[in-house]
């Protein structure tokens, strides 16, 4: 075989389909494997460049195949798609994959530790403890209103309700079972998220870019871990505004024959990353619009102008650039200059 420059790999669970190109871009590799060729084929390759889509397990073949001495590259499916001619399937992806990698102004995606991975692992589980927690705890409110029993909002007023439920005489005897088995799985529920966000919490205090996130207004310790799990290369961002457009925190530009045209939010990052910014924004701009803390004079210009909901987006994104900034550079974030500062000048 010729010597390969690269290769575009497309990957499922057992099939693995390989494009590679010599040095005068001529494909010379067309194959398609199963899970142990392809292991054995990569281990006896000279080392080469490698393509992957960034999708389910890419990360863990790129670290397999980085400790083999190949170069490995993650590529954005939306940035991969557009190099498929015609039909797809698994050898139109990996041809894509296996020219969309040599372009000069591809953007990738850094290969993430298995450290790195059961971190964000540890943030997931403690989103989809928390949406679990807010399904059950609308399903006991809306049971209990069938029997007449009605409580406020707010997760602090679940336990008491329960015990009503737990007290209610006139309730039958099945819907009492019934609210019992509720009342057991939102205990359970209760003390599995406060595990992991005992865990998430030394996770934070052990991470020196989360501790200094956390100074930022609208960044609490959630967000702060977040900002550090789901970031381990902020360098890879040419700018601040890259990252917050990254989040999906820009609009959306439609703009064509010199006329700008901007809509909403694009909403094309991480959802999870995305939603803490924009509640904490919100918290910030909450307690401004009640004359609590000291909101910068920007926001207060800006609350005069739009709406909250539209100045929240506005803030978010303002906070990711800052935390963008302190990410790269490791200065801290000080209220007083409402900007960041050097490690020397904090001290």
Not at 37 to 52: D, H, K, S, Y
Not at 94 to 118: G, H, I, N
Not at 158 to 171: S, Y
Not at 220 to 242: N, V, Y
Request: aromatic residues 6%; contains cysteine.
């Amino acid at each position: 075989m010729e010597q390969l420059i690269r290769i575009g790999m497309d990957t499922s669970k057992q099939v693995f389909q390989l494009h590679g190109v010599n040095a005068a871009e001529e494909p010379v590799l067309c194959r398609k494997m199963r899970r142990r060729e392809m292991v054995r084929f990569f281990e006896r390759l000279e080392p080469t460049i490698i393509g992957i889509e960034a999708c389910g397990a890419a990360h863990h073949w790129g670290r397999v195949l980085q400790e083999m001495g190949h170069q490995v590259k993650l590529l954005p499916p939306e940035y991969a798609k557009a190099y498929v001619k015609r039909s797809k399937n698994d050898a139109a992806d990996a041809a894509a994959l296996c020219e969309a990698m040599s372009r000069p102004t591809m953007r990738f995606v850094a290969v993430k530790t298995a450290d790195q991975q059961a971190a964000q692992m540890l943030a997931g589980t403690r989103d989809r403890l928390v949406r679990r927690r807010t399904q059950l705890s609308n399903a006991i409110r809306g049971y209990a209103t069938e029997f007449g029993v009605i409580a406020g909002r707010g997760l602090a007023k679940i336990e008491p309700l329960l015990a009503r439920l737990d007290e209610e005489k006139t309730l039958p005897k099945l819907a009492r079972e019934l609210f019992a088995t509720h009342a057991r799985e939102y205990a359970q529920l209760a003390a599995e998220l406060e595990e992991i966000e005992a865990k998430l919490m030394a996770w934070h205090r052990q991470n020196e870019a989360s501790r200094r996130l956390v100074r930022i207004p609208g960044i609490g310790p959630i967000g702060a871990t977040l900002l550090a799990m789901k970031t381990p290369q902020p360098e890879a961002f040419r700018s601040g505004r890259q990252f917050a457009a990254w989040i999906g925190l820009t609009p959306k530009d439609h703009s064509t024959a010199g006329k700008t045209r901007l809509g909403a939010i694009t909403r094309a990052g991480d959802a999870m990353l995305r939603q803490v910014l924009v509640v904490g924004a919100t918290a910030v701009i909450q307690q401004a619009r009640r004359g609590k803390g000291q909101p910068s004079p920007w926001l207060v210009e800006l609350l005069k102008r739009k709406p909250p909901k539209l100045a929240a987006v506005a803030l978010a994104n303002k906070t990711a650039r800052i935390a963008w900034k302190l990410m790269v550079s490791g200065e801290h974030y000080t209220s007083n200059r409402a900007s960041a500062v050097s490690p020397a000048e904090a001290a």
